[in-house]
């Protein structure tokens, strides 16, 4: 039945159910291109002639269901105009889907996201399969677009407006179980039945799950309670000229029963107002930034099952802990077990809050983590990583033992955020064994890894340790080894440029509410105090991007005078239960926030130029995502050029 489809897999079972699975032909992940669409209706207008006993969607890949939209052919789209005629085909389709006779259910198992949860949306019934993959979203939010093909409409209808806003504005992802506490699939079951309670479920004649009184009255009458609400809370977070994406999303639902075709064109919630705005494309941008960067460490075939972290403090306790989240067996080395015993508690509180569902993978990730105050994991390990103190000799005579009792094959890798990896690597036999894996502080919430090479670095070592930070879930950035590497070099003067304002006089609660005005998520003072004024201080030539500069008065004397920040309770600010204590601002200085993000646009500028990362791209790519860095601007090197600072040039030796 299937032969004259190419992305479509067509079987009637011998009970009457027709399967229809997605196989998206020359690709590994489903997703709706043109085409895909073209044939999807084909075959309803063919299963209306055949009225089938009842459909089950369902993916014939192994890597998920549907990851939505093709995003390549988005990217094509030159006018608002071209915008409505795409979301007017997937908006009619999947009201198709909705309106036909039979009954009609989706098997998700895999990520489900984008117009796939739109399609299931359309289903009478859905199920989901119970197992880590299997997650749920609407992410268009990420993308500075809308949920248009009939997510805005039925999201609601199916979970009620609130939980369902909160997943449009955030763009976050659901579990099986999740999704089935909330009322958005009607089964979560294991992988062994899923088959046989589709086959059940489709022709069961249940009527789909209805939504309470009060949900009802939220969607109608009450709307704008919720909506109100909800704007509250982006505003909170992003401002609509940044971000217009999920304050259309809020005014669709409310003014315009979610269907975004129903939107005048010169309405601010409109499709052609949310392609007018360059946020879309540079969001759009920053996703094949964040692609690119997945694809580092794919050339090798490396696969570490042990890891050995040596030093117990808060990065190496936590670099320790999420290589055990990630399921390895990883062994964490202190001078004592009485300084390894924080990190293993600390350890205990990630994998809860990660692992909160599921209390036996939550013990068996505690079982992977081993304190080894002796060392006995090094002869073991496929991954060594140093993480103590910035202290040069200190770290020669380390890795010189090191190398001494690890395995030959192991990676030599150091987490020094401002030394450079060949003067570390001088006291080894075999220098090109040592490679950079720089991770940010806190571990478990900044995904990028600055992974490092030394000048005599060995392509191989690279290879496999870019391989590895891709094996824990993070994102591996290739840099050069310099100071400061490229997300310190950047944030360095930026932050510097943030103090100088202070001693000036400017107070930090204005110098914080410009930067995060212009777009940061959090201003460079509070992060001062974040990451600790001490670490700030000893930062020294790598924290002012190498220029020979006194450290600025205010933080000198915070230093001197022991107030470090968030972790004594005092530093720029008061901190009380975690959270600064700041006076309100009522005026913001014109072009403070320009002057402070200068220098870290020079920054980043510099280290394209000098070679520390190979292009602009993953210079932009490093700075949003190791700093933060305005997202909507598409990065520093973007934002320049598009204010029109000329290309930087490479450096070059002199004739």
């Not at 299937?2 to 196989?23: C, I, K, M, N």
């Not at 310190?488 to 304002?501: I, K, Q």
Request: charged share 25%; hydrophobic share 45%.
């Amino acid at each position: 039945m299937s032969a004259q489809y190419r992305h479509w897999q067509l079987e009637r079972a011998p009970d009457g159910v027709t399967w229809l699975r997605f196989d998206k032909a020359g690709s590994s992940t489903n997703t709706f291109s043109a085409q895909a669409l073209g044939e999807f209706e084909q075959i309803l207008e063919r299963l209306g002639r055949e009225r089938p006993k009842g459909l089950i969607i369902a993916s014939a890949k192994s890597a998920g269901f549907i990851a939505g939209a093709d995003i390549e052919e988005f990217t094509q789209i030159e006018s608002g105009a071209e915008a409505r005629r795409q979301v007017e085909r997937g908006w009619t389709l999947f009201n198709r889907l909705a309106d036909v006779s039979y009954p009609t259910l989706a098997l998700i198992r895999g990520h489900c996201m984008g117009g796939g949860l739109e399609m299931s949306l359309a289903c009478r019934y859905r199920i989901a399969v119970d197992e880590p993959g299997t997650r749920m979203a609407l992410p268009e939010v990420m993308l500075g677009i809308v949920p248009a093909w009939g997510g805005m409409l039925r999201l609601p209808r199916t979970i009620g407006p609130a939980a369902a806003l909160d997943l449009m504005l955030t763009g976050k992802s659901v579990n099986a179980r999740k999704a089935k506490s909330l009322g958005l699939v009607d089964e979560c079951v294991p992988v062994r039945v899923m088959e046989n309670a589709a086959q059940m479920l489709v022709t069961s004649g249940r009527e789909p799950r209805r939504l309470p009184l009060l949900q009802k009255l939220l969607n109608g009458p009450a709307k704008r309670i919720v909506a109100d609400k909800a704007r509250k809370q982006v505003a909170k977070k992003a401002r609509r000229e940044h971000y217009p994406a999920p304050y259309a999303i809020i005014d669709i639902w409310e003014r315009f029963g979610g269907d975004a075709l129903a939107v005048p064109a010169d309405d601010p919630a409109s499709l052609e107002a949310i392609f007018r705005s360059p946020t879309a494309r540079n969001l759009i941008r920053v996703f094949f930034l964040q692609e690119r960067l997945k694809g580092f460490g794919k050339e090798s075939d490396f696969s570490a099952k042990r890891v050995h972290v040596i030093g117990a403090g808060v990065m190496g306790g936590d670099i320790a802990a999420w290589c055990a989240l990630r399921g390895m067996t990883v062994t964490l080395q202190d001078q004592t077990a009485e300084r390894i015993g924080p990190a293993i508690g600390r350890a205990g509180k990630l994998f809860a809050r990660r692992l909160r569902s599921d209390k036996r993978a939550e013990r068996f990730a505690m079982d992977r983590l081993i304190a080894d105050p002796q060392g006995h994991g090094v002869r073991h390990a496929d991954v060594i990583i140093e993480a103590i103190f910035e202290d040069l000799d200190v770290k020669r005579g380390l890795f010189a033992d090191l190398e001494a009792r690890a395995r030959p094959d192991a990676i030599l890798a150091t987490n020094t955020s401002s030394l450079r990896i060949e003067d570390i690597a001088e006291g080894l036999q075999r220098p090109e064994r040592l490679v950079g894996i720089h991770f940010f502080n806190p571990v478990a919430m900044l995904p990028p890894v600055e992974v490092v090479r030394g000048e005599g670095t060995d392509e191989t070592v690279l290879r496999q340790a870019l391989a590895f930070v891709r094996a824990i879930d993070k994102l591996p950035l290739p840099v050069e080894s310099a100071p400061g590497f490229l997300v310190n070099a950047v944030l360095g003067p930026y932050m510097l440029e943030a103090m100088r304002c202070v001693d000036e006089g400017t107070p930090p609660e204005v110098v914080d509410r410009a930067l995060v005005d212009f777009g940061m998520p959090m201003g460079p003072i509070e992060l001062a105090d974040t990451v600790g004024l001490d670490i700030a201080m000893a930062a020294g030539k790598a924290l002012t991007g190498g220029a020979a500069a006194t450290p600025p008065r205010r933080l000198a004397e915070q230093v001197s005078a022991g107030h470090l920040g968030r972790k004594s309770g005092r530093g720029f600010y008061t901190w009380d239960d975690g959270k600064a204590q700041k006076e309100p601002v009522s005026e913001v200085p014109p072009g403070l926030a320009e002057r402070i993000i200068e220098p870290l646009l020079a920054a980043t500028r510099r280290c394209v130029e000098a070679g520390v990362v190979a292009d602009a791209d993953l210079a932009d790519a490093g700075v949003i995502f190791g700093t933060g860095f305005a997202p909507f601007t598409g990065g520093p090197m973007h934002y320049g050029a598009a204010r029109g600072d000329a290309p930087p040039q490479p450096e070059t030796d002199a004739p």
